[in-house]
């Protein structure tokens, strides 16, 4: 099972920014699905972002687009999440997951919760929006 290790959330106000890291010391995600969740109180785990390490597609939810921009940088082997202009509806625990590796026929899943098992998930990082 890769460890994976979220860092970078926090408490912020409306129309600020945080950028969320993602990494597995020791631990190369080659052609792996990665992607960012979110789950607020009372609410299900949905998908923020999505990217596939081989190629660096990306898939971002239409919830943030335009805000959230997802990047995965192979010399750190480190997935980012940079937020921006911030709403107090993005208050939520943030959870990184990575599984692979995958066939790029298969990039198209990378923002599906379907695609991660129970042992492909970070610990989480908390983000607070306050208006």
């Known amino acids: 099972r890769v460890q994976l290790v979220e860092s970078g959330g926090g408490s912020v106000q409306a129309g600020g920014s945080l950028r969320l890291s993602c990494t597995a010391p020791g631990y190369m995600f080659s052609n792996y699905c990665m992607g960012w969740f979110r789950q607020a109180p009372g609410k299900e785990r949905e998908g923020v972002a999505g990217?596939?390490?081989?190629?660096?597609?990306?898939y971002v939810a239409d919830s943030v687009k335009g805000r959230f921009t997802i990047s995965h940088e192979n010399a750190k082997n480190t997935m980012y999440l940079q937020m921006n202009t911030l709403k107090p509806e993005d208050t939520a625990m943030y959870y990184c997951a990575a599984n692979g590796p995958r066939p790029s026929s298969e990039k198209y899943v990378c923002l599906s919760l379907n695609s991660y098992d129970d042992n492909d998930w970070g610990q989480g990082t908390q983000v607070t929006v306050s208006s």
């Open positions: 990217i596939y390490t081989r190629d660096d597609t990306i």
